[in-house]
């Protein structure tokens, strides 16, 4: 079982390698940001509940975000693993990830640190929000995003190195190289 974190700041590309390394690995995707996506396109109670977190550049509570994530795990059968993109974003995330693998007998594989300048990412999400129209890829909201991650979520490289999980992937330059390097640390676990 591969069971593989992809994390990184806004914009560092996690959603565009994911795509890369479903298709190498046969892997099921979870991207946490696209689930809620899709809520706030049906309008469902959680989608209403997700909207105002996100155009805010917030985080949802770890409770919503790890009872959807559990209920996403479930529904698959039979599968050879998981990429998840988009969690944890926070260390309550990851520790409840750790559990809810290890009561599955199965653990973190690799987590995958996509670094990315800042300067790059903002550009990157800037062009992404003239392109896709995503709400929360404006200027004001990026900056939001950004310290929200310097705050919650990048506290997690450390977490992840204690578990002797991390592996640092140079997340600027050719998308054929950063997959090769991910692919490579991959295979090494
Ligand atoms: P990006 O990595 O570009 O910020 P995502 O699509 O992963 O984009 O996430 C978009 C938004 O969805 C986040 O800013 C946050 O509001 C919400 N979100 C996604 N994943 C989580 C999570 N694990 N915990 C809390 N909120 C989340």
């Given at each position: 079982m591969l069971n593989i974190v992809i994390f990184?700041?806004?914009?560092?590309g996690k959603g565009t390698q994911s795509e890369r390394i479903v298709a190498k690995y046969g892997i099921n995707h979870i991207s946490t940001g696209d689930v809620l996506r899709a809520e706030i396109k049906n309008n469902t109670e959680l989608g209403k509940v997700a909207k105002g977190y996100i155009d805010q550049g917030q985080l949802l509570p770890d409770n919503l975000i790890v009872d959807m994530l559990a209920a996403k795990l479930d529904s698959f059968e039979e599968s050879k693993g998981v990429i998840f993109d988009g969690?944890?974003?926070?260390i309550a995330q990851a520790e409840a990830l750790k559990q809810m693998l290890a009561a599955r007998g199965q653990s973190v594989t690799v987590m995958l640190d996509l670094d990315v300048p800042e300067e790059e990412l903002m550009e990157r999400l800037i062009k992404r929000g003239q392109e896709s129209g995503r709400a929360d890829d404006n200027e004001e909201t990026i900056k939001k995003r950004l310290v929200v991650y310097h705050s919650q979520t990048a506290p997690l490289i450390d977490w992840y190195k204690q578990e002797g999980q991390y592996a640092h992937i140079h997340?600027?330059?050719r998308l054929e190289d950063i997959t090769a390097e991910i692919c490579a640390a991959i295979d090494q676990k």
């Amino acid at each position: 079982m591969l069971n593989i974190v992809i994390f990184g700041a806004p914009g560092s590309g996690k959603g565009t390698q994911s795509e890369r390394i479903v298709a190498k690995y046969g892997i099921n995707h979870i991207s946490t940001g696209d689930v809620l996506r899709a809520e706030i396109k049906n309008n469902t109670e959680l989608g209403k509940v997700a909207k105002g977190y996100i155009d805010q550049g917030q985080l949802l509570p770890d409770n919503l975000i790890v009872d959807m994530l559990a209920a996403k795990l479930d529904s698959f059968e039979e599968s050879k693993g998981v990429i998840f993109d988009g969690f944890p974003r926070t260390i309550a995330q990851a520790e409840a990830l750790k559990q809810m693998l290890a009561a599955r007998g199965q653990s973190v594989t690799v987590m995958l640190d996509l670094d990315v300048p800042e300067e790059e990412l903002m550009e990157r999400l800037i062009k992404r929000g003239q392109e896709s129209g995503r709400a929360d890829d404006n200027e004001e909201t990026i900056k939001k995003r950004l310290v929200v991650y310097h705050s919650q979520t990048a506290p997690l490289i450390d977490w992840y190195k204690q578990e002797g999980q991390y592996a640092h992937i140079h997340g600027s330059g050719r998308l054929e190289d950063i997959t090769a390097e991910i692919c490579a640390a991959i295979d090494q676990k």
